[in-house]
């Protein structure tokens, strides 16, 4: 393990044990829970984006194209007061694969997420229990026709790792500007491996193992350049919210 991942590892532990720590404190009844907005992602640094892992169709015989890079563009970053970078998610979504996998496999899917954060004690979970919003703040760009195809992921600590809570990403703007995105967690939809979950159940906010963020072309059958710029994924309360939130739940999910 290298110094800086040793390093990382050991502010995961040491993370780990405060934060069990004021959870028994306020069982105790020695604090009242927060309501205050939580920070859960920042994409400010190479260090925020190592935190994310990376995926898309062409990994298994696909041919989109996928990039995750800090973004220090002052024209794309205008409108961020005091950051002076931010995350852009990019590429080409292509419908077509390999002709040897043809009726084999689908292509048009790109995605990222947030990585597993093991530490000396246990994995680092986020309680969200508190709050009844997810809030990102993005920046929409490349090929209009795709707009519809993004979708946020949550993935909890529960006993199906396959399991994930999935909400489609409402954009309102549509001239490249950032604009804060709020979604209720009530309204995240189970699926399993790309399949709507039967028997939906509450998610369980107490322990939120990953988040990312995936663009499904091939769901609607929307191919194109992707550009999404990414800021901040936070946890807040309503009288946090600035905008209009996404009040309904979404059955057109995707894998």
């Given amino acids: 393990m290298s110094l800086s991942n ?4 050991m502010n995961r532990s040491t993370r780990y044990v405060l934060d069990n720590t004021a959870k028994i404190l306020r069982m105790e009844g020695a604090k009242e829970p927060s309501r205050a907005p939580m920070t859960l992602f ?3 640094t190479r260090e925020d984006l190592k935190q994310f892992a990376t995926g898309c169709d062409a ?6 194209t996928l990039h995750f890079d800090l973004d220090e563009s002052p024209e794309r970053n205008k409108g961020i007061s005091g950051d002076l970078a931010t995350a852009r998610f990019w590429g080409e979504m292509r419908l077509d694969v390999r002709p040897e996998l043809r009726g084999r496999i689908r292509g048009g899917y790109a ?13 680092i979970c986020d309680d969200v229990s508190n709050h009844q919003f997810l809030g990102l703040r993005l920046r929409l760009g490349g090929d209009p026709r795709l707009r519809n195809s993004y979708f946020v992921n949550i993935q909890t600590d529960g006993p199906v790792t396959t399991d994930l809570w999935q909400h489609r ?5 549509s001239d490249g ?8 967690f009530d309204n995240f939809i189970l699926t399993n491996t790309g399949e709507l979950v039967q028997h939906q159940i509450t998610m369980f906010r107490e322990r939120i193992r990953t988040v ?10 929307v191919s194109g350049a992707y550009d999404l710029g990414i800021h901040s994924i936070r946890a807040v309360n309503e009288e946090d919210v600035t905008k209009p939130p996404s009040m309904e739940k979404d059955p057109s999910f995707g894998a």
């Fill in 6 to 9: 040793l390093s990382a590892y």
């Fill in 59 to 64: 990994d298994i015989g696909g041919t989109s």
């Fill in 111 to 123: 995605g990222f997420r947030s990585k597993p954060r093991p530490s000396l004690f246990g994995e």
């Fill in 42 to 44: 920042t994409f400010q």
């Fill in 212 to 221: 990312g963020i995936s663009l499904l072309g091939g769901n609607s059958g």
């Fill in 177 to 184: 500007e950032w604009e804060d995105i709020f979604i209720p």
């Fill in 169 to 173: 990403l409402y954009f309102k703007r």
